[in-house]
Protein backbone atom coordinates (compact mmCIF):
# COMPACT_ATOMS: atom_id res chain seq x y z
CA UNK A 1 0.00 0.00 0.00
CA UNK A 2 1.03 2.91 -0.83
CA UNK A 3 1.76 5.83 1.99
CA UNK A 4 -0.62 8.56 2.09
CA UNK A 5 0.35 11.59 -0.12
CA UNK A 6 0.55 14.58 2.60
CA UNK A 7 0.34 16.84 -0.78
CA UNK A 8 -2.40 15.63 -2.19
CA UNK A 9 -5.92 14.92 -1.24
CA UNK A 10 -6.09 14.11 2.27
CA UNK A 11 -7.06 10.63 3.38
CA UNK A 12 -10.21 12.08 5.26
CA UNK A 13 -11.71 13.42 2.29
CA UNK A 14 -14.33 11.57 0.24
CA UNK A 15 -12.77 8.13 -1.53
CA UNK A 16 -15.52 8.42 -3.80
CA UNK A 17 -18.02 11.19 -5.54
CA UNK A 18 -20.06 11.44 -2.50
CA UNK A 19 -23.21 9.92 -3.72
CA UNK A 20 -26.34 12.02 -3.12
CA UNK A 21 -29.61 11.02 -3.53
CA UNK A 22 -31.15 11.72 -7.17
CA UNK A 23 -33.04 13.94 -7.61
CA UNK A 24 -35.17 12.81 -10.72
CA UNK A 25 -37.32 9.52 -10.99
CA UNK A 26 -35.15 6.42 -12.09
CA UNK A 27 -36.72 7.19 -15.39
CA UNK A 28 -35.87 10.53 -16.28
CA UNK A 29 -32.74 11.10 -17.59
CA UNK A 30 -29.59 12.12 -15.61
CA UNK A 31 -27.74 15.21 -16.63
CA UNK A 32 -23.72 15.40 -15.36
CA UNK A 33 -22.39 18.58 -13.95
CA UNK A 34 -19.08 19.01 -15.59
CA UNK A 35 -16.38 19.61 -12.71
CA UNK A 36 -13.30 22.23 -12.96
CA UNK A 37 -15.49 23.31 -16.42
CA UNK A 38 -14.10 27.00 -17.36
CA UNK A 39 -10.62 26.06 -15.15
CA UNK A 40 -10.09 22.81 -17.70
CA UNK A 41 -10.63 24.83 -20.63
CA UNK A 42 -8.42 27.50 -19.90
CA UNK A 43 -6.17 25.10 -18.72
CA UNK A 44 -6.08 23.49 -22.16
CA UNK A 45 -6.57 26.92 -24.47
CA UNK A 46 -4.21 29.56 -22.65
CA UNK A 47 -0.80 27.79 -23.16
CA UNK A 48 1.34 28.77 -25.84
CA UNK A 49 -0.37 27.16 -28.46
CA UNK A 50 -4.08 28.10 -26.97
CA UNK A 51 -4.80 31.75 -28.50
CA UNK A 52 -1.95 32.31 -30.46
CA UNK A 53 -2.16 28.69 -33.01
CA UNK A 54 -4.06 29.57 -35.56
CA UNK A 55 -3.53 26.22 -37.96
CA UNK A 56 -5.58 23.46 -37.24
CA UNK A 57 -5.43 22.30 -34.00
CA UNK A 58 -6.60 18.52 -32.51
CA UNK A 59 -7.34 18.11 -29.32
CA UNK A 60 -8.33 15.21 -27.13
CA UNK A 61 -11.08 15.02 -24.63
CA UNK A 62 -9.98 11.52 -22.87
CA UNK A 63 -13.40 10.79 -21.13
CA UNK A 64 -16.28 12.21 -22.93
CA UNK A 65 -18.95 11.33 -20.64
CA UNK A 66 -22.23 13.57 -21.53
CA UNK A 67 -19.67 16.18 -23.73
CA UNK A 68 -19.62 18.73 -21.06
CA UNK A 69 -16.26 19.54 -21.30
CA UNK A 70 -16.24 18.42 -25.11
CA UNK A 71 -19.12 20.80 -26.14
CA UNK A 72 -16.84 23.76 -24.05
CA UNK A 73 -13.84 22.90 -25.69
CA UNK A 74 -15.62 23.11 -28.83
CA UNK A 75 -17.19 26.58 -28.22
CA UNK A 76 -13.40 27.59 -27.90
CA UNK A 77 -12.17 25.77 -30.95
CA UNK A 78 -11.71 27.48 -34.39
CA UNK A 79 -13.54 26.19 -37.93
CA UNK A 80 -10.84 24.27 -38.98
CA UNK A 81 -9.77 22.32 -35.27
CA UNK A 82 -10.74 19.20 -34.60
CA UNK A 83 -11.72 17.52 -31.07
CA UNK A 84 -11.01 13.42 -30.69
CA UNK A 85 -13.22 12.39 -27.54
CA UNK A 86 -13.04 8.68 -25.82
CA UNK A 87 -15.08 7.07 -23.90
CA UNK A 88 -16.10 3.28 -22.99
CA UNK A 89 -19.29 3.57 -22.14
CA UNK A 90 -21.99 3.31 -24.72
CA UNK A 91 -24.40 5.27 -23.47
CA UNK A 92 -21.59 7.84 -23.50
CA UNK A 93 -20.65 6.78 -27.61
CA UNK A 94 -24.78 7.84 -28.32
CA UNK A 95 -24.30 11.33 -26.47
CA UNK A 96 -21.11 11.72 -28.93
CA UNK A 97 -22.47 10.56 -31.61
CA UNK A 98 -25.43 12.86 -31.25
CA UNK A 99 -23.39 15.91 -30.86
CA UNK A 100 -21.34 14.64 -33.58
CA UNK A 101 -25.03 15.24 -36.24
CA UNK A 102 -24.55 18.66 -34.87
CA UNK A 103 -20.97 19.66 -35.21
CA UNK A 104 -18.96 17.57 -37.35
CA UNK A 105 -14.99 18.73 -35.86
CA UNK A 106 -16.31 16.14 -32.87
CA UNK A 107 -14.98 12.50 -33.70
CA UNK A 108 -16.45 10.01 -30.65
CA UNK A 109 -13.71 7.01 -30.24
CA UNK A 110 -15.55 3.93 -28.60
CA UNK A 111 -12.38 2.88 -26.88
CA UNK A 112 -10.18 3.16 -23.37
CA UNK A 113 -8.40 5.99 -23.09
CA UNK A 114 -5.51 3.53 -22.48
CA UNK A 115 -5.35 2.91 -26.20
CA UNK A 116 -5.00 6.68 -26.68
CA UNK A 117 -1.66 6.47 -29.40
CA UNK A 118 -2.95 3.80 -31.54
CA UNK A 119 -6.83 5.04 -31.79
CA UNK A 120 -5.21 8.79 -33.12
CA UNK A 121 -2.65 6.49 -35.64
CA UNK A 122 -6.07 5.05 -36.65
CA UNK A 123 -7.12 8.50 -36.96
CA UNK A 124 -3.69 9.64 -39.18
CA UNK A 125 -3.02 12.23 -36.58
CA UNK A 126 0.21 12.47 -35.42
CA UNK A 127 1.05 15.41 -32.60
CA UNK A 128 -2.52 17.11 -30.72
CA UNK A 129 -2.37 20.11 -28.99
CA UNK A 130 -3.78 19.46 -26.13
CA UNK A 131 -5.46 16.47 -23.82
CA UNK A 132 -7.58 16.60 -20.98
CA UNK A 133 -9.17 13.73 -18.94
CA UNK A 134 -11.77 14.10 -16.62
CA UNK A 135 -11.31 10.22 -14.34
CA UNK A 136 -13.70 8.06 -13.25
CA UNK A 137 -17.99 7.71 -12.99
CA UNK A 138 -20.17 10.19 -14.59
CA UNK A 139 -23.52 11.22 -13.17
CA UNK A 140 -25.64 9.12 -15.05
CA UNK A 141 -23.30 6.12 -14.50
CA UNK A 142 -23.93 6.47 -10.65
CA UNK A 143 -27.53 7.58 -10.28
CA UNK A 144 -28.75 5.22 -12.77
CA UNK A 145 -29.71 1.68 -10.82
CA UNK A 146 -29.47 -0.10 -13.69
CA UNK A 147 -25.82 0.33 -14.19
CA UNK A 148 -24.91 -1.31 -10.94
CA UNK A 149 -22.45 1.40 -9.70
CA UNK A 150 -24.52 2.72 -6.43
CA UNK A 151 -24.80 1.34 -3.19
CA UNK A 152 -28.09 3.58 -2.52
CA UNK A 153 -30.29 2.20 -5.80
CA UNK A 154 -30.94 -1.19 -6.14
CA UNK A 155 -29.50 -2.70 -9.55
CA UNK A 156 -28.00 -5.37 -10.91
CA UNK A 157 -24.41 -6.09 -9.58
CA UNK A 158 -22.24 -4.64 -12.64
CA UNK A 159 -20.73 -1.82 -12.41
CA UNK A 160 -18.81 -2.20 -15.99
CA UNK A 161 -18.32 1.41 -17.35
CA UNK A 162 -18.01 -0.54 -20.81
CA UNK A 163 -21.73 -2.45 -20.69
CA UNK A 164 -20.81 -4.53 -24.04
CA UNK A 165 -17.98 -6.17 -22.48
CA UNK A 166 -15.58 -7.76 -19.27
CA UNK A 167 -16.56 -9.64 -16.30
CA UNK A 168 -19.87 -7.82 -13.61
CA UNK A 169 -19.36 -7.72 -10.69
CA UNK A 170 -21.76 -10.04 -10.08
CA UNK A 171 -19.55 -12.62 -11.98
CA UNK A 172 -16.40 -11.04 -10.53
CA UNK A 173 -16.83 -11.43 -7.04
CA UNK A 174 -17.67 -15.10 -7.78
CA UNK A 175 -14.16 -16.06 -9.62
CA UNK A 176 -11.83 -13.98 -7.45
CA UNK A 177 -10.24 -15.49 -4.17
CA UNK A 178 -11.16 -14.19 -0.78
CA UNK A 179 -7.52 -13.02 -0.36
CA UNK A 180 -7.41 -11.39 -3.80
CA UNK A 181 -10.72 -9.59 -3.35
CA UNK A 182 -9.35 -8.48 0.51
CA UNK A 183 -6.57 -7.00 -1.53
CA UNK A 184 -8.32 -5.17 -3.42
CA UNK A 185 -10.64 -3.63 -1.04
CA UNK A 186 -7.57 -2.32 1.23
CA UNK A 187 -5.54 -1.35 -2.26
CA UNK A 188 -8.20 0.50 -3.80
CA UNK A 189 -10.86 1.48 -1.35
CA UNK A 190 -8.21 2.11 1.42
CA UNK A 191 -10.53 0.13 3.65
CA UNK A 192 -9.38 -0.83 7.32
CA UNK A 193 -11.83 -3.81 7.62
CA UNK A 194 -10.71 -5.65 4.13
CA UNK A 195 -10.47 -8.91 5.09
CA UNK A 196 -13.66 -9.65 7.49
CA UNK A 197 -15.35 -7.57 4.39
CA UNK A 198 -14.10 -9.90 2.00
CA UNK A 199 -15.02 -12.84 4.15
CA UNK A 200 -18.34 -11.31 4.28
CA UNK A 201 -18.77 -10.82 0.59
CA UNK A 202 -17.13 -14.69 -0.36
CA UNK A 203 -19.87 -16.36 2.45
CA UNK A 204 -22.92 -14.30 1.08
CA UNK A 205 -22.46 -15.48 -2.53
CA UNK A 206 -24.12 -15.04 -5.21
CA UNK A 207 -25.18 -11.45 -4.87
CA UNK A 208 -26.65 -10.53 -7.71
CA UNK A 209 -28.02 -6.60 -6.56
CA UNK A 210 -26.44 -4.02 -5.48
CA UNK A 211 -28.25 -3.42 -2.43
CA UNK A 212 -27.33 -7.23 -1.64
CA UNK A 213 -24.25 -6.68 -1.50
CA UNK A 214 -24.37 -2.94 0.12
CA UNK A 215 -26.16 -5.06 3.14
CA UNK A 216 -23.71 -7.61 3.27
CA UNK A 217 -20.74 -5.13 3.75
CA UNK A 218 -22.77 -2.49 6.15
CA UNK A 219 -23.39 -6.01 8.38
CA UNK A 220 -19.84 -6.69 8.41
CA UNK A 221 -18.16 -3.85 8.63
CA UNK A 222 -17.59 -2.81 12.45
CA UNK A 223 -17.07 1.16 12.22
CA UNK A 224 -19.16 3.29 10.47
CA UNK A 225 -17.68 6.75 9.57
CA UNK A 226 -19.60 9.80 10.26
CA UNK A 227 -21.40 10.99 6.91
CA UNK A 228 -19.85 7.93 4.52
CA UNK A 229 -22.11 4.92 3.97
CA UNK A 230 -19.54 1.78 5.05
CA UNK A 231 -20.15 0.28 1.48
CA UNK A 232 -18.45 3.61 -0.11
CA UNK A 233 -15.18 2.14 -0.13
CA UNK A 234 -15.88 -1.65 -0.77
CA UNK A 235 -18.08 -0.28 -3.78
CA UNK A 236 -15.28 2.25 -5.27
CA UNK A 237 -12.75 -0.51 -4.77
CA UNK A 238 -14.58 -3.17 -7.01
CA UNK A 239 -15.63 -0.44 -9.75
CA UNK A 240 -11.79 0.41 -9.64
CA UNK A 241 -11.16 -3.53 -10.07
CA UNK A 242 -13.25 -4.43 -12.71
CA UNK A 243 -12.52 -1.43 -14.88
CA UNK A 244 -8.71 -1.87 -14.40
CA UNK A 245 -9.34 2.32 -13.37
CA UNK A 246 -5.83 2.46 -12.26
CA UNK A 247 -3.90 0.81 -15.32
CA UNK A 248 -6.20 2.46 -17.73
CA UNK A 249 -4.49 5.46 -15.90
CA UNK A 250 -1.14 4.88 -15.68
CA UNK A 251 -0.87 3.08 -19.52
CA UNK A 252 -2.42 6.62 -20.91
CA UNK A 253 -0.20 8.99 -19.08
CA UNK A 254 2.63 6.64 -20.33
CA UNK A 255 1.37 8.16 -23.90
CA UNK A 256 0.52 11.32 -23.26
CA UNK A 257 4.19 12.90 -24.13
CA UNK A 258 4.52 11.47 -27.28
CA UNK A 259 1.63 12.43 -28.20
CA UNK A 260 1.40 16.55 -26.98
CA UNK A 261 3.30 18.99 -29.38
CA UNK A 262 5.76 21.08 -27.99
CA UNK A 263 3.64 24.00 -25.92
CA UNK A 264 0.87 21.75 -25.65
CA UNK A 265 -1.07 20.99 -22.53
CA UNK A 266 -2.13 17.77 -20.42
CA UNK A 267 -5.27 18.52 -18.16
CA UNK A 268 -6.19 15.74 -15.71
CA UNK A 269 -8.98 15.68 -13.09
CA UNK A 270 -9.27 13.31 -10.35
CA UNK A 271 -11.46 12.29 -7.88
CA UNK A 272 -9.10 10.31 -5.03
CA UNK A 273 -6.02 10.04 -3.86
CA UNK A 274 -5.10 6.61 -5.43
CA UNK A 275 -5.31 8.52 -8.89
CA UNK A 276 -3.88 11.98 -8.12
CA UNK A 277 -1.26 10.35 -6.54
CA UNK A 278 -0.58 8.48 -10.03
CA UNK A 279 -1.09 11.89 -11.62
CA UNK A 280 1.31 13.80 -9.15
CA UNK A 281 4.11 11.19 -10.04
CA UNK A 282 3.80 10.88 -13.42
CA UNK A 283 4.22 14.56 -13.61
CA UNK A 284 6.77 14.92 -11.73
CA UNK A 285 8.89 12.10 -12.79
CA UNK A 286 8.35 13.89 -16.52
CA UNK A 287 9.51 17.33 -15.57
CA UNK A 288 12.37 16.29 -13.43
CA UNK A 289 13.88 12.77 -14.89
CA UNK A 290 16.69 11.07 -12.65
CA UNK A 291 19.80 11.78 -14.36
CA UNK A 292 21.65 9.37 -17.25
CA UNK A 293 23.48 7.98 -13.85
CA UNK A 294 20.49 7.18 -11.87
CA UNK A 295 19.97 3.17 -11.34
CA UNK A 296 16.31 4.13 -12.26
CA UNK A 297 17.49 5.48 -15.51
CA UNK A 298 17.51 2.48 -17.27
CA UNK A 299 14.03 1.38 -17.28
CA UNK A 300 12.31 4.99 -16.52
CA UNK A 301 12.20 8.27 -18.83
CA UNK A 302 15.39 9.91 -18.61
CA UNK A 303 14.05 13.13 -20.56
CA UNK A 304 12.35 16.06 -19.32
CA UNK A 305 9.00 15.66 -21.36
CA UNK A 306 6.72 17.81 -19.11
CA UNK A 307 6.63 20.91 -16.75
CA UNK A 308 3.97 21.43 -14.29
CA UNK A 309 1.76 24.23 -14.33
CA UNK A 310 -0.79 23.68 -12.00
CA UNK A 311 -3.14 22.51 -9.15
CA UNK A 312 -6.33 23.56 -9.11
CA UNK A 313 -9.23 22.42 -6.53
CA UNK A 314 -12.79 23.87 -7.02
CA UNK A 315 -13.72 26.68 -5.32
CA UNK A 316 -16.34 26.90 -2.38
CA UNK A 317 -19.03 28.33 -4.90
CA UNK A 318 -18.35 25.23 -6.81
CA UNK A 319 -18.66 22.73 -4.27
CA UNK A 320 -21.79 24.11 -3.19
CA UNK A 321 -23.62 23.75 -6.46
CA UNK A 322 -21.61 20.19 -6.63
CA UNK A 323 -21.21 18.75 -4.15
CA UNK A 324 -19.58 15.58 -5.78
CA UNK A 325 -16.71 18.18 -7.06
CA UNK A 326 -15.63 18.36 -3.20
CA UNK A 327 -12.71 15.89 -4.03
CA UNK A 328 -12.01 16.90 -7.50
CA UNK A 329 -8.20 17.93 -7.93
CA UNK A 330 -7.38 19.57 -11.11
CA UNK A 331 -3.28 19.14 -12.26
CA UNK A 332 -1.69 20.57 -15.43
CA UNK A 333 1.10 20.00 -17.08
CA UNK A 334 3.01 21.55 -20.28
CA UNK A 335 4.94 19.27 -22.93
CA UNK A 336 8.36 21.06 -23.07
C1 LIG B 1 -16.47 12.01 -14.92
S1 LIG B 1 -17.08 11.35 -16.40
C2 LIG B 1 -16.66 12.57 -17.60
C3 LIG B 1 -17.66 13.68 -17.68
C4 LIG B 1 -17.40 14.68 -18.79
N1 LIG B 1 -16.15 15.37 -18.61
C5 LIG B 1 -18.54 15.66 -18.89
O1 LIG B 1 -18.33 16.83 -18.57
O2 LIG B 1 -19.64 15.27 -19.28
C6 LIG B 1 -15.92 10.10 -16.76
C7 LIG B 1 -16.21 9.35 -18.04
O3 LIG B 1 -15.00 8.68 -18.37
C8 LIG B 1 -15.31 7.42 -18.89
N2 LIG B 1 -14.13 6.58 -18.68
C9 LIG B 1 -13.62 6.16 -17.52
N3 LIG B 1 -12.53 5.42 -17.72
C10 LIG B 1 -12.32 5.41 -19.06
C11 LIG B 1 -11.34 4.83 -19.90
N4 LIG B 1 -10.33 4.09 -19.40
N5 LIG B 1 -11.42 5.03 -21.21
C12 LIG B 1 -12.43 5.78 -21.73
N6 LIG B 1 -13.40 6.33 -20.99
C13 LIG B 1 -13.35 6.16 -19.67
C14 LIG B 1 -16.53 6.97 -18.13
O4 LIG B 1 -17.26 6.02 -18.88
C15 LIG B 1 -17.28 8.28 -17.95
O5 LIG B 1 -18.23 8.46 -18.96
Given at each position: ????????????????P???????????????V???????????????????D???????D????????????????????????????????A????????????????????E??????????A????????????????????????????????????????????????????????????????????R??????????????????A???R???????K??????????????????????????L?????????G????????????D??????????????A??????????????????A?????????Q????????????????
Amino acid sequence: MTPPDENAISSASPANPPESPPPHSSDAPVAHVSVLLQPTVDALMDGPLGISDTGPRVFVDATFGRGGHSRALLARLGPQDRLIAFDKDPAAQAEGARLHQQDSRLTMVHASFAELSSQLAALGIAGVHGIMADLGVSSPQLDEAGRGFSFMLDGPLDMRMDCSQGLTAAKWLENVSEVALADVLFEYGEERYSRRIAKAIKHALPLTTTLQLAEVIRAAHPRWEKNKHPATRSFQAIRIAINRELADLDSFLQQTPAQLVPGARLAVISFHSLEDRRVKQFIQLQAQPPANDHPFAVTQTTQKTLRKVARIAPDALEIQHNPRSRSAWLRVAERV
